[in-house]
């Protein structure tokens, strides 16, 4: 069983940017899907705001209901006031008008307040509005990235497993068995360099017999992590 060094050497060159290849036309829909999520996460934020905002102006307007419901009160009681039978009916309805007016100024306070935090809900809002656009524009220009580089990945896919198949044509029938066993197991990493007695696969030293047979172009398998040896050029 031998193989030059150089066939080895290809046929790990071309196995690392198949994995290259593959990770990258993986990685890009992964891409577009993190995206995605994030445009999903910016909708619940910007529709949180929208429904904080809603709450808020519905809450000032069943105050400012209120508030002209007091008014109303105040009115009628002053109408009641004018006509007051006795000194404590008067009374009564002076105390009954300052409840109303106190009750009616801390409404127009409240509503006040309402008002301040309205504007600021609103300018979180357009802020999460235009987050959500930004978002949408980086999923989509991610998702065109992707898409326009996918064709040209996929091309040289078919380009480089084409280069494997007539590469493999250099490996001794005997040896192809164990060869394939590896790649199943290891793939990109089915082959390492041996670079002064040392795999660097797994970083073990081989043996002064192995080093002897890698010179011979004999097919070696490191005794550590199992990978097909070859050396440098």
Known sequence: MSITAAALRE??????????????????????????????????????????????QMAIDRKQLDLKSG????????????GANNNREYQSFLEQIA?????????????????????????????AEKNLASGKQEMEKARQAV????????ADLVRLEGELVQAEKALPA??????????RSKGA????????????GCGQQITLNMQNELK??????????????????
């Open 147 to 154: 898409e326009s580089s996918a064709a040209t990945i996929r």
């Open 216 to 233: 011979l172009s004999m097919l070696i398998f490191c005794r550590s992590c199992g990978r097909l040896l070859y050396l440098p050029e």
């Open 174 to 183: 005997d040896l192809k068995a164990d060869y394939e066993r590896v790649v």
């Open 71 to 82: 008014e109303q009160k105040v009115l009628d009681l002053r109408v009641k006031l004018n």
């Open 189 to 200: 990493d089915s082959l390492a360099l041996s670079e002064d007695g040392v795999c660097t």
């Open 11 to 56: 046929l790990h060159r071309i196995h690392q940017q198949l994995a290259e290849l593959r990770d990258r036309l993986e990685r890009g829909p992964k891409q577009v899907r993190i995206r995605e999520a994030n445009v999903a996460q910016l909708e619940a934020r910007l529709a949180e705001a929208r429904e904080r905002a809603k709450q808020m």
């Open 99 to 127: 409840a109303a007016e106190m009750a009616g100024s801390v409404l127009s306070d409240e509503i006040l307040e309402g008002l301040e935090k309205i504007d600021q809900l609103g300018l979180a809002t357009k802020e």
